[in-house]
């Protein structure tokens, strides 16, 4: 299995535009999480979902982070606009879900760094 | 909702050394946590795990312990090696309710293992 995929690896943008970052689940996965990581906040959970709809968005920061999951392959995180605080790396991982009872392991993608100029 | 709180921050250790790394959590509905290892570049690895009706696991160097009365689990890594140098990180879910495989994850800890 090629694992998590996301894109890009890494994202260089000025302040006040649109960034879209990409993720692929692994295939048979039916939860998929959207996390951030700084060295002020460590690991956040911004929003995961469950067969394709989301089931906590209580960590996005704010109106100008949203997330979408279309399908069971594909899910977008987009931030419009970005500003310069929003800098971090954005980690995608996936996990069976329920399917998978108490152990339900999620796996990780490379990650995307994202800077905002 | 949960909290982890996890220590020390930083370990560095000779390389032949153990290192232990700790964790408490807040919740005690929650009931399966993970370890990751986090290398440079890289998204975390999942390392070993336990779920709450187990005391301890055992994966060759590395291993788990748990006291859900205490509320808190620790990870054990024995004849520690340079390519354990990494970021470590304890993390706790629950699988009941609304919050079904929210894994709260702690601060971490930067190993460096000296050779």
């Known amino acids: 299995d090629a694992g998590v995929i996301q894109s890009p690896r890494h994202e260089v943008t000025e302040m006040g535009q649109e960034v879209t970052l990409r993720c692929k689940p692994i295939?048979?996965?039916?939860?998929l999480f959207w996390y951030r990581q700084t060295m002020m906040r460590g690991l956040e959970l911004l929003i995961y979902?469950?067969?394709?709809?989301?089931?906590?968005d209580s960590g996005m920061p704010e109106d100008r982070f949203s997330a979408k999951m279309p399908n069971a392959s594909f899910s977008t995180l987009k931030i419009q606009p970005s500003e310069p605080r929003d800098s971090a790396v954005y980690f995608c991982?996936?996990?069976?879900?329920?399917?998978?009872?108490?152990?339900?392991?999620?796996?990780f993608g490379p990650g995307t760094r994202l800077t905002v100029l | 909702g949960e909290n982890v709180e996890q220590h020390p921050s930083t370990l560095s250790v000779q390389e032949g050394d153990s290192a232990v790394i700790k964790c408490t959590y807040s919740?005690?509905?929650?009931?399966?946590f993970p370890w990751y290892k986090q290398e440079l570049g890289k998204g975390p690895q999942l390392i070993i795990d336990?779920?709450?009706?187990?005391g301890e696991k055992k994966d060759q160097r590395i291993a788990v312990t748990l006291n859900k009365t205490a509320k808190h689990f620790s990870l054990h890594i024995t004849e520690t090696q340079p390519e354990d140098s990494a970021v470590y990180f304890c993390?706790?879910?629950?699988?009941?309710?609304?919050?079904?495989?929210?894994?709260?994850f702690g601060q971490g800890t930067i190993l460096t293992v000296h050779p």
């Open positions: 993390a706790a879910s629950s699988t009941g309710g609304t919050s079904y495989g929210k894994l709260t």
């Open positions: 336990i779920r709450s009706n187990v």
């Open positions: 295939s048979g996965h039916n939860s």
């Open positions: 919740d005690s509905a929650s009931n399966y």
């Open positions: 979902f469950n067969n394709n709809v989301p089931i906590d």
């Open positions: 991982a996936s996990s069976l879900g329920r399917l998978a009872g108490v152990r339900d392991t999620q796996y």
